[in-house]
């Protein structure tokens, strides 16, 4: 069955504090993976994707993602968190032609200033 | 504003009303998606056009829930016979076509409460 888990509900940090959000994912065939942000009251947002090539993919705002294929993984990574990266985190995959997005069940992240 | 629009931005009915959602995609995007969303879980699939073709359903997806992209434009998503269940937020995304994992845009979503 195609799948994302998103291993932290809920993480809470102080500003300066490195972050990691773990992502695994089930699908069969090649995919494309994403991370989604969504702000308090905003829609969803792209932070980065990826679909080939360098595994370590860099997106907005300071973020970025390494694919492991072989641990199914697409984990969020910042090496310093701001009260502005207050939000929701989602992570998701597509099969490599495109198509519906399966989703994670997100992660809340709050900074505390 | 160039972004997806979905209309209206919320709406509360009672059990058992019929209610539609219009969703208008980014104009040069030829793909649209539905999904529903509720508290404290991921965005979850229900639909997609390319164009004005239905490619796929959920097979979650109640017979109560019907979705139409007539001219390949804007889309509708209609819930019949609505139940305490259908509460959630509905989102609409459009994408573009192509190499390279294009990205789906999404609109603020339309919040449903059936009372």
């Known amino acids: 069955a195609q799948s994302v888990s998103q291993h932290n509900h809920h993480v809470i940090l102080s500003e300066a504090a490195s972050l990691e959000l773990g992502c695994n994912y089930s699908y069969g065939g090649t995919v494309n993976l994403f991370w989604y942000v969504q702000y308090p009251g905003q829609h969803l947002q792209l932070l980065l994707k990826y679909f080939s090539g360098d595994p370590l993919v860099k997106g907005i705002k300071g973020f970025e993602a390494e694919f492991i294929k072989s641990k199914f993984s697409f984990n969020l990574r910042k090496p310093s968190v701001q009260w502005s990266d207050t939000a929701e985190y989602f992570c998701?995959?597509?099969?490599?032609?495109?198509?519906?997005?399966?989703f994670g069940q997100g992660t809340e992240l709050s900074v505390k200033p | 504003d160039t972004g997806v629009s979905q209309d209206p931005r919320h709406k509360i009915t009672k059990r058992g009303q019929n209610v539609t959602f219009r969703c208008d995609p980014i104009?040069?995007?030829?793909?649209l998606y539905w999904y529903r969303q509720t508290l404290g879980q991921g965005p979850e699939f229900l639909t997609y056009?390319?164009?004005?073709?239905?490619?796929?359903k959920s097979r979650l997806l109640s017979d109560r829930f019907s979705a139409e992209r007539p001219k390949g434009s804007f889309s509708t998503l209609e819930i019949q016979r609505t139940e305490q269940g259908d509460s959630a937020m509905y989102l609409c995304a459009s994408s573009s076509t192509g190499q390279g994992a294009p990205e789906a845009f999404f609109g603020q979503g339309t919040r449903l409460t059936v009372v």
């Open positions: 056009f390319q164009n004005e073709a239905q490619l796929e």
């Open positions: 998701a995959v597509n099969a490599r032609l495109g198509g519906k997005l399966i």
């Open positions: 104009s040069e995007h030829n793909r």
